[in-house]
Structure formats: structure tokens, C-alpha cells
């Protein structure tokens, strides 16, 4: 029998951004090859939690699919969910939706939706609709006031500007491969773990030494490259720390939407066990094709019972200050 669950890497779309054309264009192929998925991302009731039940999910930890989205839209989309938190509090909580092409703005509403929302961090997208990444000046107070509030924030792929999709992702295939390489097959990784490798670069960790990153899909592919990063890391420039000490103080991964044991078998033997956490992906991701995978951990004979509770549960509820919902009926 597996232990409670749960999940970090959950998302809806907000009135505003479930009419907005420009995201429903960028998620035509989503849209495409997920049955329900539209449905599915709009619901925050009955639907979600069904779809909870049959992945055997306690508490999932819910955040706005990524996309552009002004101050105001942000607000209305964080508020939305509040309210739904509120209305089912032992099954959800929240990470915020920040506005990132503005530090400013994102680290005033990241203050508001952790003091008077109760979320438990935020989830962002990994660039600006303009390509500009965080590594800058502009971006340290955003991070600061993440270090002065305890709370992590999820580093999550969004769409590449149109100029990277052009140059890295259109050739002599078709348009619908295009997107799909430049975005959950592969583009979205590989861009994660480039920004984590320029924030790192930058001396950020040295400003804001207990700020907390949270990656996806089973460590967005730094865990399989990590001895050569770490080797290679030190032409950088001179830091307090190695990329080795802030991979394994300052990062946190989850398995969200990455259904093979072998990874894990990586992961577990480079990474800290209470920095990784188990996550789905839902809606993109079945709830159901999650709990089949932590069966499959369980019986792999990669990590014992009690590490399988770590990973399950105990290192989100340590990280978030949650706690996992009630067993279902």
C-alpha cells in the first residue's frame, strides 16, 4: 500500500487566460492530443478532485499554467484560486502566479499571496515572453523577498520566444513536430536547466544563500549531466560555493509528468533525498499514470518504505509547511 501523496506541479487557467486566444493557440497541440484537457484546467471543484480520488493524491499543491499574464490578470488568477483553497483547504493549496516581466510587481504579489493568502510560494515561468531571463540585478529583489518569506519557487518551462523557435526549433519537419520538440519533448527542459545554470553563474546564491528553487520532470536533465557540470562549473568565476553545494542545498526536484523508474535510479544516487519531491503534471499528466509510477518505485527496490514516504509526502510537507490531506473514502 502506498503512503499519502502529494503533488506540486498542478495547474488551471484562470477565467482570463481560459479566453485568452494567444494561450489557447500555444496549447493547440495540448488541446489536440489530451482528451478533456480545456475542461480539465478550468476546473477547480468536482472534476479536479475525482481526478485526485483515482491517483489515491491527499494534497495537491495548485499553480497556474504558465503564460503570459499582466499584474491585474495575475491577481484576479491568484484570487481565484484562493477562493477555491478556501473552499476545499484539506486537499489544496497554492502557488502564485507572478507577473515576471516586472521583478517590482512580482515580489509586492508574492508578499500579498504568501502573507494574506497563506500560498506556500510561487510558480514561474522560466523566462519573460521577451526571452529575458532572472540571472539580472532587477530580478534580486524578487528573489530576496522569496528567502525573507521561507518559501520555495518553482522554475516551470513556458513557450520559447519566436525568435528561438525559429533559429533552435523550425526545419524540415512538420510545423506540428515544431512545437512539440520546442516545448514538453524537449525545448522546455533543456531551457529550464540553462536558466538554473545562468542563475547560478551569476552569484545568486551567494546574495540569497537560503533561497529555495524548485525544477521539474525529473530534475529538467541536470541530474544526468551534473558531474560534468560540476566539473566544467568552476571557469564561472569565483563564487562562495560550488555548483555541487548549491545543486545540493538550494534545488529541489520533482518527478512531475516523467513516468519511468530509470531516471529515479540516477536521481537517487546524485541527489539529496529530502530534495526530491513527487509531483504529477495534471492535467498534462494523468493522476493515475503518477500513482502506477510510485508503484513501480515501490517495487523497484530503489529505496525503502521510508524513503518512499519521504518522496510521497514528508519532503513536501518539510519544504511547504503543508500537510497531507485526509485518505479518501
Avoid at 484562493?82 to 517590482?104: N, T
Wanted: glycine share 6%.
Amino acid at each position: 500500500m502506498l503512503p499519502p501523496l502529494i503533488t506540486l506541479e498542478e495547474h488551471f487557467f484562470s477565467h482570463a487566460a481560459s479566453t485568452n486566444p494567444t494561450m489557447r493557440e500555444q496549447y493547440s497541440e495540448q488541446f489536440k492530443h489530451i482528451p478533456s484537457l480545456h475542461d480539465k484546467l478550468i476546473d477547480l471543484d468536482n472534476l479536479r478532485l475525482s481526478n485526485m480520488q483515482a491517483g489515491q493524491v491527499s494534497l495537491q499543491i495548485i499553480s497556474h499554467a504558465p503564460g503570459t499574464m499582466t499584474p491585474d490578470e495575475c491577481k484576479d488568477a491568484n484570487d481565484q484560486l484562493s477562493a477555491a483553497i478556501k473552499k476545499h483547504p484539506s486537499r489544496y493549496a497554492g502557488f502564485a502566479v507572478l507577473p515576471v516581466a516586472d521583478p517590482q510587481a512580482s515580489a509586492a504579489e508574492l508578499t500579498r499571496c504568501v502573507k494574506e493568502l497563506g500560498f506556500v510560494g510561487a510558480l514561474i515561468d522560466s523566462h519573460t515572453n521577451e526571452g529575458t531571463y532572472f540571472d539580472g540585478d532587477s530580478y534580486l529583489p524578487l528573489f530576496e523577498t522569496a528567502q525573507s518569506l521561507n518559501v520555495p519557487l518553482y522554475i516551470h518551462p513556458t513557450w520559447p520566444t519566436p525568435q528561438a523557435l525559429s533559429t533552435l526549433y523550425t526545419g524540415s519537419f512538420p510545423q506540428s513536430a515544431s512545437k512539440s520538440i520546442s516545448a514538453s519533448a524537449f525545448g522546455w527542459h533543456s531551457d529550464v536547466a540553462t536558466h538554473v545554470l545562468r542563475l547560478v553563474a551569476s552569484g545568486l546564491f551567494d546574495k540569497v544563500p537560503r533561497l529555495k528553487i524548485i525544477i521539474g520532470h525529473m530534475g529538467e536533465m541536470l541530474p544526468f549531466m551534473l558531474d560534468r557540470i560540476c566539473q566544467l562549473s568552476p571557469r564561472w568565476g569565483k563564487h562562495h560555493r560550488t555548483f555541487r553545494e548549491v545543486y545540493d542545498t538550494n534545488i529541489y526536484i520533482t518527478t512531475s509528468g516523467d513516468w519511468s523508474v530509470d531516471p529515479m535510479a540516477c536521481i537517487l544516487r546524485n541527489t539529496k533525498l529530502d530534495h526530491i519531491l513527487y509531483s504529477v503534471d495534471y492535467p498534462f499528466a494523468k493522476n493515475e499514470d503518477g500513482l502506477k509510477f510510485m508503484e513501480d518505485l515501490q517495487k523497484s527496490g530503489l529505496v525503502t518504505d521510508e524513503q518512499l514516504e519521504d518522496i510521497a509526502y514528508r519532503n513536501a510537507e518539510k519544504l511547504l509547511g503543508v500537510k497531507a490531506g485526509p485518505a479518501w473514502d
